[in-house]
Structures are given as structure tokens and as C-alpha cells.
């Protein structure tokens, strides 16, 4: 029953998450009208039965502010709105969002939700104690706690929905998603994310960094592009399991289409994955990553891990190292494999070395920039070899067998000291032509 009340609940919120605009600012507790603060999510009516509030919300915060000025913030799950509120004599209290109306009563330091905008949900919310506790009753952090709870290298799995357009075929996927945080000291977090999207780099993450509030315990305001356009109401939360969950939606700039992303992250050291996480990374994908480094699994992702910010731990460089495939990751068991080369073009060779040294990556990579792709469209697998100096990629271990097959391949070429070269090459005519690219940002030129 408790999976069933969960289940419905993680449903509703994911619907809110959608809807719901960030949480404006305010000017604080009145010192003088008593029913201005923070109430604290209590209990949910749920199948006739009170029950604790962060047994069913349980993905973040739960809360209602009332502010001075008649604006506040409803919190529930981690979602925040803007609201408008208003108490008359009787106890009635109303609150709006943008013409939403929430009906409450609040007696004696409890507001008790009769419905929530329309959905027939019952929830309670006590007034918070001066020096008491605020959100799911965590005390405020500071900087340094946001640090130590939030920092580090994080991996996981990301839900795609309400995808209209050019992007609805990705509506209800699921893919793995890495993350790290890095603190400056000052409030400001560097914030590396990456989605496993069979290549498509122009739909990642970009530019992403977070802005820390101390005083208010609710996450991290999540900044940066996604999917081509820039994101909207996004939010970095851990919960009390550890769990770190990552929410936003986009109106793309470079296709015709929107959506929106949730998604659930563990500390790579994390042993704690469960089938009640939202949503979980499949057990076997938990026991093949243990144990592995955030760079060893980052590079298992169709993008540039240059671009990853440095923790002070030296573990930005790239693998793989060596003339053979001893420096790449294992087959993957979970939708992901390195049996390609086995459809009707593939140039798979088990002796490839996908040896190639920094210059001539560097030297292909600008007369291929250079071309026009009308001409770059026309060079065949052959072609390339011969350009990198001959030897063979590597197929490229981050490309599902069925993508492989049908639509896409691509091969890698390493120096065996970080640097990484691999290109994307489309079957056609019995061949297989040049399409696009992924590069170290050495090869770019970039160090």
C-alpha cells in the first residue's frame, strides 16, 4: 500500500514539476502580523488515512511561506510556486497561483489544504517555532554544508517527458545521466551534467552552473542550457537519503519542440540504490559501475570531457590509454554494448588499434571544419582511416547495437594520453559517409 500511495504521489509531483514557476523573494517575517513564517508539510490524507508527509513526499522540501507583502511560496516535494495569499476573519485562507486557487483554513498554526489547485489533495502544514526547524526539518545551511553535501561526482538515471515537436520521440525515455559539483567558497557551484544521448552533444547540458542561497535549505538554483535552449525553474536538491535530484524543462532554440527532465543521482560510492528511487539505475548497471571512476564512466558518454571542471583531484583526464582496448570500459550490460560492427556496413576489426597521434587529430579535425558539407558528406569510413594515418577506429563503445544497425556508427582514435578523436559516419549505398564529430578539447585546439 505504501508503494501504491508513493507511486501516485511521485506522479503528481512530476505533473506539479512541469507546471510550477520558481519562488519569488520577499521581505521576510512580519514582526507584527502573527501569521506571516514558514509552515512545516505535516500529513496527506491519502486512501482515507492520515498519513506523515515525507513518507509520500519525499523527493524534497514541503512547505508554505506567507510573507508580509501577500505574496509566499508554496514548496511541495521540492517544486516551488509563487502564490498570492489571502486570510479573512472566518480562517479562510485562499491562495492564487496565477489565478489558481488553492482553498485552506489555518486555525491555531495549522493550514490545512482542502484542495490543491483543482486536484482533490488533502494535505496539513504546521507553523515552524522561531529557531525551530524550516523545510523537512533540516536546519539551514551554510555555504560549507552545501558543499559537503552537495560536492562531488554523481551518476544516475534522467527521465525525459512532456516532449512536444522535434523532440517528442525522446517523450518517456530514460537515460543515464553524470553530474559534479564543484564549489568556489563564495556561493558559486561549477556544475558539470551529461546525459548519454547516443551522440546528439547539441541536445546536452551547457554552460550549467548553480547559485547557492545559505538561508534557504531547499537546493540549489540549477542555471544553463539543455536540449538547445536555456532552462527554466531548474533545481539541484538532495533528499535525507542522499539522493541528489535534478529537475528543469526547456523550450528548445535549436529544434521546433519543448520538455521536461527529471532525474536521480548517487554519489558514485553511494550503496544505498534502491527500486524506490525515481527513478532507479537497473541493478545491474549499479553492480557494473562499482568501483569505477567518474572519468571512466564520462568517457563511456558521446562528449567532450574537457569541459569538465577540475575538483582538485587530477581525475579530469581522459582515458583510454594503450595500443588495444584495454583502455576502454567493458561491455556495458544494460542497453549498451560493444557488440557493434556487426550489421551489414560495419568496418569492426578486433586487431584496431585506433591509434592516432595529437597533430593529426588536430590537423583532420580543421580541414574537415574547414569543408563544406557537401563535400565532408561524401568522405567514407576509408577516407578518414587514411587521413588519421591509417589504422582502424575503434567502434565506439557508447552506441546502443540497434542504433548501430540502422542509423548511426562511429569509431574512436586515441593518443594513449588523453586525447580522444571519435567520429560518427551514417550506412548508405553499401558505405559508410562522414557526418559529425566528437573531440578532447585538445584536439580542438583548446590546450
Known sequence: ????????????????????????GGKG????????????????????????MDEVYDLGDNYIELKEDGTGCFMLDGDPTTIAWKLDKDGALTLDRDG?????????????????????????????????????????????DFASVYGGDWHG?????????DLEALNDTAHEILARLVFDGNGGCQVWLAMYLEGEND?????????????????????????GGEMQDGILSVDETGALYVSCEVDSDLVDGSISLLANLRHLDDENWTDDDFMPLPADA??????????????????????????????????PDGGDNSGLPENYPFERTTSNGEGEYGKSNPDATGRADLPTMQKVRQELWDMSSAKSSKLTYDDIKAMLGGEDGI??????????????????WYNGEGDYYVLYFVPRDGDEFYTAATFSSSVRGDS
Open 1 to 24: 500500500m505504501k508503494s501504491m500511495k508513493k507511486l501516485a504521489a511521485l506522479l503528481l509531483a512530476l505533473v506539479m514539476a512541469l507546471t510550477l514557476a520558481a519562488c519569488g
Open 29 to 52: 517575517s512580519s514582526k507584527t502580523n502573527p501569521v506571516v513564517g514558514k509552515y512545516i508539510g505535516e500529513t496527506v490524507l491519502s486512501f482515507g488515512e492520515w498519513v506523515p
Open 100 to 144: 489558481s486557487i488553492c482553498n485552506c483554513t489555518l486555525e491555531d498554526g495549522l493550514i490545512t489544504v482542502n484542495d490543491y489547485f483543482g486536484f482533490d489533495l488533502q494535505l496539513t502544514f504546521r507553523k515552524s517555532t522561531a529557531g525551530g526547524s524550516s523545510g523537512s526539518g533540516t536546519a539551514e545551511l551554510s555555504l560549507d
Open 157 to 165: 538515471m534522467a527521465g525525459l517527458s512532456d516532449a512536444t515537436g
Open 203 to 227: 541536445f546536452n547540458f551547457a554552460n550549467t552552473y548553480a547559485r547557492v542561497v545559505p538561508d534557504d535549505d531547499t537546493g540549489l538554483e540549477l542555471r544553463g542550457e539543455f536540449m
Open 286 to 319: 549499479v553492480a557494473y559501475y562499482r568501483g569505477k571512476t567518474f572519468m571512466e564512466i564520462a568517457n563511456t558518454y558521446e562528449i567532450d570531457t574537457g569541459l569538465i571542471p577540475d575538483d582538485g583531484s587530477g581525475s579530469t583526464a581522459a582515458i
Open 395 to 412: 567502434p565506439h563503445t557508447g552506441m546502443d547495437e540497434r542504433s548501430w544497425n540502422s542509423e548511426k556508427h562511429a569509431y574512436g
